[in-house]
């Protein structure tokens, strides 16, 4: 009970005090117990290495692994449409100052739309690092799921060494710690992607349809980092007997994930199709530029306004667009396009400039699809009689055939590393239409964020 002091106050007697000072204990610690129980419900979101070791999560695992292969092809603002502006593929249209300073060839380390798309070349690494780990203890039958695990490896490896700077980090986000990567040469990123590649050939060489889907495209980015590395015996072998028909594909749906490549560029005209000439007028000539929308070439149907009625996302540029994809157009990773035209080039370099020729003339008479086109035929190339021009055709032809899959910044980085081009006469020059004059960036940076890295400074050079 209490009772009033002298003062007026009131004080509660000692033995009660101590009775709810106990009952208040208890109550704490229900509390405190009801609040560990909260705090030890797991979450959903966090998926521990020893969660995935079951048959039917490994494959789950697989699964996601080639969601988010998609992410650095046509399913995401990859680098294959950032390498795309830096080169001469694509044109930008964009409010975004990463797209401009990308186009214009002027890239700062801390542009966000390339750390998004590093980023994800990275997810892609570790996650099927993790399916592969997965796949090989639970479900070691699956070789060519596990195969495929090593494809998406090798590929986002080779698509890092084709458009970032030298200095790239390949850590391993699997072990425990973590452990961050080491800057490496695109030379030693391309070695890394071989031996993944290899991996992916030896897994899929069975004869069911699915792993010689696989073994094909495993080939064919084995052959195109052959190429790179300065090996022009390999790749021939490596890709002959693939069919000009022949695609590894990844697909879309409204439900799931669209095809980027027609979202950012028809849809949302973010993206213009490049030429040779630039500006609304089109009186901005573009040195080295391929006349991509201008060229009225087949395999890249293109509309070019002569008005405003067709605008860029910027409501400034008259945007010229393509209907080689649509909505949910499958992309083809690897094809048989790329096949021919590694045969070509191995061909051209060996000198053989007869098969050259009849290699680049066979596919242009008889052409594949590409996207949602199915090109004419085209008429047949004459030899252009000196070695700097052939090269030139070569790659020109190797353009159209692949435009838009994240080939063409490597190959005009080859054409100077490999062949005795300069950046002058390779890259685009001259004034940019929204301003300004083009820079001299001939790669994608490491970005800022990489520098959380303690091993990691930037990039080691700019050079091709």
Known sequence: ????????????????????????????????????????????????????LSAEAAVAVANGVIATFKTITGGGESTWMFGGLLVDEWSTSSTFIQNDETDQRVIHEDNSTITGELRNLYRTRTRANEAITALNKSRPDLRSTIAEMYL???????????????????????????????????????????????????????TDAQSVLINRAARIARARVALALGDFTLPATLVAGIPTTYAYQHTFSVATSTNTLWGQGLSSRRYSVGDSVEGNKRDILVANALPFASAKDPRIPTV???????????????????????????????????ARMIEAEVALKGGNTAQWLSILNAIRAAPPKLGDIQPAAMAALTDPGTDFARVSLQFREKAFWTFGRGERLGDMRRLIKQYGRTELNTFPQGVHYKGGNYGKDVNLPIVTDERTNPNFKGCTDRVP
């Open 152 to 206: 998406a490896r090798g590929f986002a490896e080779m698509q890092l060494a084709s458009d970032f700077c030298n200095g790239i980090p390949i850590g391993d986000g699997n072990a425990i710690p973590a452990v961050d990567g080491t800057p490496l040469s695109t030379t030693q990123v391309f070695t890394v992607a071989a031996a993944s590649l290899d991996s992916a050939m030896n897994f899929s060489g069975a």
């Open 304 to 338: 070019i306004p002569v008005s405003g009625s067709i605008n860029g996302q910027d409501g400034l540029t008259y945007t010229r667009t393509t209907t080689l994809w649509g909505q949910v157009t499958a992309v083809d990773v690897a094809n048989g396009a790329d």
């Open 1 to 52: 009970m209490t009772t009033p002091n002298s003062k007026g106050r009131t004080f509660t007697s000692k033995r009660l005090a101590i009775s709810i000072i106990s009952g208040l204990a208890v109550a704490t610690i229900g509390c405190q117990a009801a609040n560990d129980r909260l705090l030890q419900v797991t979450d959903p979101d966090i998926i521990n290495p020893s969660d995935v």
